[in-house]
């Protein structure tokens, strides 16, 4: 079946300085959703690309959907302790009505 | 915040006893989703409903059941409860499409001694 795998797992960052984290999917995807759980929260919609290649942005949070559409990365610039919490990646087969989600990438801010 | 309530929050129960989790949506959603959130494995589908009395599994099926009697409460039950079933639950709801975005409830957290 469909498998979606998060790099990396975890993510220390200084306050300040920028990240990336990258989600790879075994299959092509219809499309991407990216999600936030702040620690012991409900996770977050935070967007979602249907587009090969597109690219959006949320303030300081930027996302890209691979070319193939079996890729994606998030990539934040200037941490903030507000960051802090496990950003999953997941996305929708051909198929389209069951969401993989990846084991996530749990990010710790360092003041 | 999407009108999703889910009951118990809290549960600690005996090995081999019957467990039922609520979901209850106010957004007259009509995909409803069970998810289990254990350390190193993300969110995980148990079941989903694509309406009312439509049912389909999920990756972790095993061991659980469902049931849609309306479109607003999505039932979930371990009918006879394991420890590997320790988890925190969560129910989902999405509207127009099935690959619409998900919005979550707060969670159940069960515990299987």
């Known amino acids: 079946g469909q498998q979606v795998m998060q790099i990396p797992q975890y993510q220390h960052v200084q306050e300040g300085e920028d990240f990336t984290t990258y989600c790879n999917s075994s299959?092509?995807?219809?499309?991407i959703q990216w999600y936030k759980q702040r620690p012991g929260g409900h996770p977050v919609f935070l967007i979602q690309?249907?587009?090969?290649?597109e690219v959006k942005k949320q303030k300081r949070l930027t996302f890209q959907f691979g070319e193939a559409k079996k890729n994606s990365s998030l990539h934040i610039t200037a941490t903030q302790t507000t960051d802090v919490g496990t950003y999953f990646c997941?996305?929708?087969?051909?198929?389209?009505?069951?969401?993989?989600f990846g084991g996530g990438t749990r990010v710790l801010v360092k003041p | 915040d999407a009108g999703i309530t889910q009951s118990p929050r809290h549960k600690v129960t005996e090995t081999g006893t019957p467990v039922t989790l609520r979901c209850h949506q106010t957004e007259n959603h009509r995909y409803m989703y069970w998810y289990r959130q254990d350390p190193g494995h993300g969110l995980r589908l148990i079941h989903y409903s694509y309406g009312v009395k439509d049912t389909d599994k999920g990756e972790v099926s095993d061991g659980y059941s469902v049931s849609r009697s309306k479109t607003e409460d999505f039932l979930l039950t371990l009918e006879s409860a394991t420890s590997s079933q320790t988890s925190v639950y969560f129910c989902?709801?999405?509207?127009?499409?099935?690959?619409?975005?998900?919005?979550f409830g707060d969670g159940t957290r069960l515990s299987i001694l």
């Open positions: 997941a996305g929708h087969g051909a198929a389209g009505n069951k969401l993989t």
């Open positions: 690309l249907v587009k090969s290649g």
């Open positions: 989902a709801i999405s509207g127009a499409g099935a690959n619409q975005p998900q919005h």
């Open positions: 299959t092509t995807l219809s499309n």
